[in-house]
Nanobody
Framework: QVQLVESGGGLVQAGGSLRLSCAAS????????MGWFRQAPGKDREFVAAISWSGGNTYYVDSVKGRFTISRDNAKNTVFLQMNSLKPEDTAVYYCAAGGYSSLRASLVDYWGKGTLVTVSS
């Protein structure tokens, strides 16, 4: 079992930055790939980024490449999403997720957090 709790969401102006954190509990965190998804109002939940259990591999949806960075600290059971150059279209509830690295990229998730809201004003 893995429990995930996100934090760091909020209101930011376009062009600004936010860093999301996801604290995970469970003995297998360090061997579990992690990811971030988001769901904008009226839209389906979409994959944003994934990181392998070692941190050595990362993958991003095209719309955030060069702006967002996913990282993890296995000693602290935490995964991060650094979001720079934010745009109004990045407004969404952001969810932390755990599962297999390839599975996350296919939006197949074993565990979900409850989400944190990011609002980007224009």
């Amino acid at each position: 079992q893995v429990q995930l709790v996100e934090s760091g969401g909020g209101l930011v102006q376009a062009g600004g930055s936010l860093r999301l954190s996801c604290a995970a509990s469970g003995r297998t965190f360090s061997r579990t790939a992690m990811g971030w998804f988001r769901q904008a109002p009226g839209k389906d939940r979409e994959f944003v980024a994934a990181i392998s259990w070692s941190g050595g591999n990362t993958y991003y949806v095209d719309s955030v490449k060069g702006r967002f960075t996913i990282s993890r600290d296995n000693a602290k059971n935490t995964v991060f999403l650094q979001m720079n150059s934010l745009k109004p279209e990045d407004t969404a509830v952001y969810y932390c997720a755990a599962g297999g690295y390839s599975s996350l990229r296919a939006s197949l998730v074993d565990y979900w957090g409850k989400g944190t809201l990011v609002t980007v004003s224009s």
